[in-house]
């Protein structure tokens, strides 16, 4: 299902020996580190698996990656091209009744870098919204699923379940592509309000 440039499924990996790892790990760590400063994910968490470009911030916890780690990378990676590397990755997740608002990413960093997502943990009830002009699409994918976000549109997400909503986000650029803080942290006020942006071509 391919959603006019917002959303483009790019197949299922096996994601078993990632959720064991991040199970016991999450279990070892005070579970209110976790919590984002930022009001627009309200409860949702956040945790870096990879420093890469910068070190993490305040609301984030660093977890290091698991043994095959860099393996998962670069296959959800190789799906979309074989010229991308990792930016950065992070783990996030919704609580059971909890949502992250709709909104865009403006970071100056966004207009360099491609996002991927891979679903980790599923539950009834749990759904993302990417927009479409100013209709909200329902997008919800199984557990293994990867498919690459345009998250320079308005998106979305909520958990109504009774389960935990999970995914790896991994942020990626074309080979010599290079970073600083300052693109991390500049907002790209270039970017036009995506309700004038009902369909965005892929870069």
Not at 116 to 128: K, N, P
Not at 151 to 171: C, F, K, Q, T, W
Not at 182 to 191: G, T
Request: hydrophobic share 40%; with cysteine; aromatic share 10%.
């Amino acid at each position: 299902m391919f959603f006019n440039g917002l959303i483009r499924p790019l197949g299922i990996i096996e994601v078993e020996e990632l959720q064991t790892y991040l199970h016991s790990v999450m279990k070892s760590v005070n579970p209110n580190n976790f919590t984002t400063k930022i009001s627009l994910f309200g409860n949702s968490c956040w945790g870096i698996l990879d420093r890469s470009f910068k070190d993490p911030k305040q609301s984030n916890v660093y977890i290091p990656p698991p043994p095959g780690y860099d393996k998962i990378v670069k296959e959800v990676l190789s799906r979309a091209s074989p010229n991308l590397y990792p930016v950065m990755s992070q783990i996030a997740w919704i609580r059971p009744g909890d949502k992250v608002d709709k909104h865009i990413d403006l970071q100056r960093i966004y207009a360099k870098t491609r996002r991927f997502h891979v679903q980790l943990e599923q539950t009834i009830g749990a759904v993302m919204h990417v927009y479409r002009g100013t209709d909200a699409v329902p997008f919800r994918e199984s557990v293994g699923a990867v498919y690459e976000l345009n998250n320079r549109v308005y998106h979305s997400a909520e958990n109504s379940g009774p389960g935990m909503y999970m995914i790896l986000v991994i942020d990626a650029a074309n080979i010599g592509d290079v970073f600083d803080e300052a693109d991390n942290e500049v907002k790209d006020l270039n970017l036009q309000d995506s309700y004038n942006l009902p369909t965005i071509a892929w870069r």
